[in-house]
């Protein structure tokens, strides 16, 4: 079962930044948060994945919890191309990835 | 294109035949997964390889899937007399060697089964 809790859909106005939050409250202190999406019909695609402090590359930023049990996926201008699929996820052991069903985010123009 | 690469896209069998979904990884990378997805769901895992070795096929079923990684060559997920049930998009991921590096995905094979 997936060790993550996630809205079922969201959406977000075209230029707005776009919060995913997750909730992972039973996240243990060596696994780290992944966030891919999905686009109908293609195959995941990598966005971003954090241990304890905060990152941001070129797509997103990621912002965890100080207690490690939620983080926000943050979109800064969102596009009608950031429509998708959200996952969040924690890694299992060294490379399981036990996938939820994800948050249906859809930019509205 | 230097990402994962998955053929067929997309697979039609009737019952009782085999299928063979390839995928070659990232350059550079030499760790393969494989993953099952049904229509509205998340992805199921199935197998981890690396280069000639089975690391865990925990999510395979035990029988008709078999998967290898040969030294040279793709990785082939092999389907043997399909049924109904195995009608799925099948997805390939590679990553690089090192503790907290991420999977990077296919465009996945759409198996379909008549």
């Known amino acids: 079962d997936a060790k993550t809790t996630q809205p079922p859909s969201m959406d977000c106005a075209e230029g707005r930044a776009a919060n995913l939050p997750c909730n992972h409250s039973?996240?243990?202190?060596?696994?780290?948060v992944y966030w891919y999406r999905q686009i109908h019909s293609q195959g995941p695609q990598y966005i971003i994945h954090?241990?304890?402090?905060?990152e941001t590359n070129e797509m997103a930023s990621l912002i965890i919890t100080e207690d490690r049990k939620s983080s926000t996926l943050i979109l800064p201008h969102a596009t009608l191309r950031d429509t998708a699929v959200y996952y969040c996820?924690?890694?299992?052991?060294?490379?399981?990835?036990?996938w939820g069903a994800g948050t249906k985010l859809i930019i509205k123009p | 294109n230097a990402g994962v690469m998955q053929n067929p896209r997309h697979l039609v069998r009737r019952r009782g035949q085999e299928a063979r979904l390839r995928c070659s990884p990232m350059?550079?990378?030499?760790?393969v997964y494989w993953y099952r997805q049904l229509p509205e769901e998340g992805l199921k895992f199935m197998v981890y390889l690396q280069k000639e070795n089975i690391i865990d096929e925990s999510g395979m079923p035990k029988e008709r899937f078999s998967a290898e990684f040969p030294k040279e060559g793709p990785s082939i997920l092999r389907i043997q007399q399909v049924v109904r049930g195995d009608s799925a998009a099948y997805f390939c991921?590679?990553?690089?060697?090192?503790?907290?590096?991420?999977?990077?995905f296919g465009d996945g094979t759409r198996l379909s089964i008549l």
């Open positions: 996820i924690v890694r299992v052991g060294n490379y399981q990835l036990i």
């Open positions: 991921a590679s990553s690089g060697t090192g503790f907290d590096q991420p999977q990077h």
């Open positions: 954090g241990l304890k402090n905060n």
């Open positions: 350059k550079g990378h030499s760790h």
């Open positions: 039973t996240i243990s202190g060596n696994e780290y």
